[in-house]
């Protein structure tokens, strides 16, 4: 019982601790301690007011030494395209108690300050800076953007991982590759599971750089025009996966469209056949490891269409790289690894490679519909919340 007690008071210490930390880091109005002094602005797409104000802005930062300005001065741009930026938005206007009158947008909220338009900009702003007790502005809500966990996002993303790990040029790689391994007499589990890490650690990084390039893009005029290539692309994706639907279920292979090119498919044969040949088990461990990332790359072609637009879908819950956004990758990337690797066990122990082929030969067709629906929704959802 004393044990239990003093578990309890110790629990309550660090419950207790924590809080006031918390509740320190809630006060942003301190004076500042640094050398420079960070804005805060809020600006829409297309907005002629913005792009005036902004000139204005970089001005200031740029030529703080030539103003003699106590303060550097940077400033941080939130688009109100975005819902999360809006709330942030709201939270200034009460804080700063700007009046119901004066609450639009652009607007620039530095230290106690807030500035309409570049004239006030200009001519109030450099004199704010002059001032040696100037505050720091304030640091409400979170960072760029609201980055949150969602268990719902979570389990879509696995389902499309999912989906794309049955991609028909993803498979016929596999197969191939585990055609030439079973030949070898290599050990098709531990050569195939070489492979399928090779894969997954290949998709893990190329879905890294391209989620902080797509997040990268997320800003001003841009947007307008990404959203219109983004559909146009969706669009025609959805377009060849129909056609080839309809191709396929007319038994008409020869038809079919979205697919790897024959020169790229020829070469990843080439270097699956080159690079397994004449090798001893240990060194081909580490072969077709480094042949599951070469495939991966050749075949991204056909699998990173659902991949792109399952960033997209991502990139609207956060606009920065994060450990969430991470671990939504490993989940892609782990669900996208799940059936070349049940079929590289399925081929283990007995399952002829043929077999394994003639089941996905017969159930293409589903994967193209569903290929089609699933482009659609990340389409749709990626286009209304980006």
Known sequence: MKKKRILYSICFSLILVLSILVSRSDKVDAVAKTTTITGIYFSVPLCGECIEDKKVLNEISSNSSIL?????????EYSLNEDQNLKL????????KVPKDEQSVP?????????????EIKNLLPKLLLDENVKETPVLGKSDSINYFSVKDTLSIFVVGLLNGLNPCSISMLLFFLTIINSKNAGIK???????VGKFITYLLLGSLLYSSISKLNVGYYKVGLKIVFILFSSLLIYLN??????????????IKNQLPKKVRSYNHKLINNLLEGKNSYILILLCFIVGI?????????TGQIY???LAYMVRSSTQFSLIAFFQLIIYSSAFCIPPLIITLLIDRGTSIFDVSDIMRSKLHYIKLANSIVIAILCIAAVIFF
Do not use: P, W
């Open 242 to 255: 129909m056609k080839d639907f309809l191709s396929i279920k007319k038994n008409d292979y020869k038809h």
């Open 89 to 96: 938005l709201q939270q200034y206007y009460e804080y700063y």
């Open 190 to 196: 531990r050569m195939g599971f070489a492979f399928v």
């Open 308 to 310: 792109v637009a399952t």
């Open 107 to 119: 607007i620039l909220f530095v230290a106690d300050k807030y500035y309409k338009g570049k004239d």
């Open 294 to 302: 070469a495939v991966s790359i050749g075949e991204f072609m056909c």
């Open 68 to 76: 003699k300005l106590k303060y550097k001065f940077n400033f941080k």
